[in-house]
Structures are given as structure tokens and as C-alpha cells.
């Protein structure tokens, strides 16, 4: 009879793009034999390399939970959030295969120089700006709040803009990530600065860049609808914004 | 508002004249391919006949135009994408442009002046409808 309350483990082999910019040229992969259970997420398994194999290996995360944004890599070719990304959804009767987003200058390992990012996302002024100072609470109807619900959802993990070939190209494109958070804003009901983000927009390396792979659609761990948001930022450019 | 920003333009460009050439495009080649005959139905004389008519010549022109501009911008996107060295990706542009006019140019001339019989041509030359001269 088999013993009641036993969690069965299995072996799943990760393959990591290892670099160390002290000693290596270029990067590499590493294979790491791991015991996990099903209810494990590829963060857990990271954490066991790091932990008992190789205390070398270098990721970001913080919260763990999906919410901080901290850890979005490029597992089996896609872009996802480690800690959101379940060992049971995996084929594991072939390796994982991990790396660090792609795009951004490679730091170390799984960690990549988020600034450049972070600087488009500042460009298009992701604050909100109002002149009035009213006296009671800043109303804003159901409806109102919707227009622009999807897009207020966005961690900053980066797992769109990383995942976007124009992106990858050069660099220059603003992603959609910064076109997600200039949404965010321009069809906020509040805001009066939907006019200087939309110039900023319509620019050379601006929504225009968009080419609709829906890459970035794809790859957000929160479910925003991105293509659709850069579209409605196109489409108010040309006939102005409907809130 | 920077309405007249190129890119802006050609994005609305691209959608505006995608509509038109599909409407145009399966006109010609039900006209072309389908109607009267079919394909065997095309030669010399079946496309001076079409051209001789100027409802065909604006047809035709308008196609011309169309066609080549939303393919090479087409192209001028995919340059701009994917070409990563300023040399390269000026010298490509450059040739794009320099096709595209030259096709256009040379395109709209056939249509407009094409004379299928002109006068003083060795006769052994001349598609057989032309008058005997």
C-alpha cells in the first residue's frame, strides 16, 4: 500500500545562461540538477541552485509574489516572472532553460541593467498633473476609472519592452512598457498633461515603432492588454483623446 | 499637435492605401485573369486596348502609385528595423528611394504615352491590328 501523505519530488534539470563580467568573455549555460515538488515555481528552483549548489549564481527578486517585478527572465524562451512560473506547467522531461531578458545591457547572470528602461519610462512623465487645487475630493466617475484600469495595472518588470523585437534592434524604441504607463496617465480623467505625453509619443521612436507582434501582450505576467493600449495611444494622436 | 510628423503620416499612409489596394488589386486580376477569356486573353493587343481607355489609365496609375509607395515604405520600415549600421541603412534607403522614383516615373510615362502603332515603325515590328502603313 502506498504511503498516504507523501509529496513525490522529481529531478528537473535547469540549464542557466551563466556570466561573470570579471572572468568571462562571453556568456555560457550551465546545467543544474534540482529535486522539486509540483507545487514548486522556477524561482524555488533558482533559489535551491543558489542555496545548496552554487552560491555564484545572481538574480533579482524581492517580493516573490508576483508584485514587485523583480525577477522577469526569459524562461524556455519566454519572458516571464520566475516566481509566477509553476514547475508543474513546464514540460519537465526536458530541461528549463533560463536566461536574463534580452535587450538590456547583461550585468551578471540573470541581471540586467534596467536603466535604460527606467529612463523611458520617466520620459513620458508618469505622474500626474493637474493645475486646479480643489477644495473636495477630485471626483472621477466607475466609468472614468475604467477607461484606463487595465494599463494602472503594470509592476514595471520590464517582461514587455524585453520581449519586443523593435526594441531589441537598438534600443531607441520608448517599448511598451513606457507606452503602457503614458496610457495609464492620458486617459486618466484628472490629468492635463495627456497633450505633452501624446507629442512625446508621436515621434520618430514612438508608437510608431509599433509593428503589433504582440510580444509584449504575450509576455506581461499581469494580463495588461498592451497592443490594445498602444493602439488606443495611436489612434489618439490622430483623432485626440476620448476618456 | 505635430500633425504632419512623417511617421505619423505613413502609419496612416500604410492603412488607408492597404484598404484601397485590395480592392484595386482584385479588380485587376478579375479583369485581367478571370473575365473574357481568362488569362489566355493577354497580349499586346488586350493591354494597348486597356490603356487606350483613360478610365484604365487613372486605374492603372492610381495602382501604380499606390502599390509602390506602400511597398517601399514597407520596405523603409523593415530597413529601418533590422539595419543596425548607419552606412548600410542610408546607402538601402537611398536605393529605395532611387527605385521607387525611377519605377514610378517610368510607369506613369507607358501609361499616359504608350501608343501601341506608333508612325514610321518598320511594319515587321508593328503588332499585327495596327493600320497597314
Redesign the interface.
Known amino acids: 500500500m502506498p504511503e498516504l501523505g507523501v509529496v513525490h519530488s522529481f529531478t528537473v534539470t535547469f540549464i542557466v545562461r551563466r556570466f561573470n563580467p570579471e572572468t568571462d568573455q562571453e556568456p555560457y549555460w550551465q546545467d543544474f540538477d534540482v529535486e522539486m515538488y509540483s507545487t514548486d515555481r522556477v524561482l524555488d528552483g533558482l533559489h535551491k541552485i543558489k542555496w545548496e549548489q552554487d552560491g555564484s549564481l545572481s538574480f533579482r527578486r524581492s517580493c516573490a509574489h508576483g508584485i514587485c517585478g523583480s525577477d522577469a527572465m526569459r524562461i524556455n524562451g519566454r519572458n516571464r516572472l520566475a516566481c509566477k512560473t509553476l514547475i508543474k506547467d513546464l514540460d519537465i522531461t526536458k530541461p528549463v532553460y533560463v536566461e536574463a531578458i534580452k535587450g538590456l545591457p547583461l550585468e551578471k547572470d540573470l541581471i540586467v541593467d534596467m536603466e535604460p528602461f527606467f529612463a523611458a519610462y520617466r520620459e513620458v512623465q508618469p505622474f500626474l498633473q493637474s493645475t486646479s487645487k480643489p477644495d473636495k475630493e477630485n471626483i472621477q466617475s466607475p466609468e472614468q476609472r475604467a477607461r484606463f484600469d487595465d494599463t494602472t495595472k503594470c509592476i514595471l518588470c520590464a517582461a514587455c519592452t524585453t520581449s519586443c523585437?523593435?526594441f531589441w534592434?537598438?534600443g531607441q524604441y520608448f517599448g511598451p512598457a513606457a507606452i503602457v504607463a503614458a496610457h495609464r496617465f492620458i486617459f486618466d480623467s484628472r490629468d492635463e498633461a495627456s497633450?505633452v505625453r501624446?507629442?512625446i509619443l508621436?515621434?520618430?521612436e514612438?508608437v510608431?515603432?509599433c509593428?503589433t507582434t504582440f510580444n509584449c501582450t504575450e509576455a506581461c505576467p499581469r494580463g495588461i492588454e498592451i497592443t490594445k493600449a498602444i493602439s488606443e495611444v495611436?489612434q489618439a494622436?490622430?483623432s485626440g483623446v476620448r476618456r | 499637435?505635430?500633425l504632419f510628423?512623417?511617421?505619423?503620416l505613413?502609419?496612416?499612409f500604410m492603412r488607408v492605401s492597404g484598404f484601397i489596394l485590395i480592392a484595386l488589386i482584385f479588380t485587376h486580376l478579375t479583369v485581367n485573369l478571370m473575365q473574357d477569356g481568362g488569362v489566355k486573353a493577354i497580349d499586346f493587343a488586350f493591354v494597348a486596348g486597356k490603356l487606350a481607355n483613360p478610365f484604365w489609365q487613372w486605374f492603372d496609375v492610381t495602382l501604380l502609385w499606390l502599390a509602390l509607395i506602400h511597398g517601399s515604405n514597407g520596405m523603409r520600415?523593415v530597413v529601418n528595423?533590422?539595419v543596425?549600421r548607419t552606412g548600410v541603412r542610408r546607402f538601402l534607403l537611398a536605393s529605395l528611394v532611387i527605385s521607387t522614383t525611377t519605377l514610378i516615373v517610368l510607369g506613369t510615362l507607358v501609361i499616359f504615352t504608350l501608343d501601341p502603332c506608333p508612325v514610321g515603325s518598320p511594319s515587321d515590328l508593328l503588332p499585327s491590328f495596327c493600320p497597314a502603313g
Do not use: C, H
Open positions: 523585437p523593435v534592434t537598438d497633450q501624446l507629442d508621436n515621434s520618430k514612438g510608431w515603432r509593428r495611436k494622436t490622430i | 499637435m505635430k510628423r512623417f511617421d505619423r505613413a502609419w496612416i520600415v528595423d533590422y543596425e
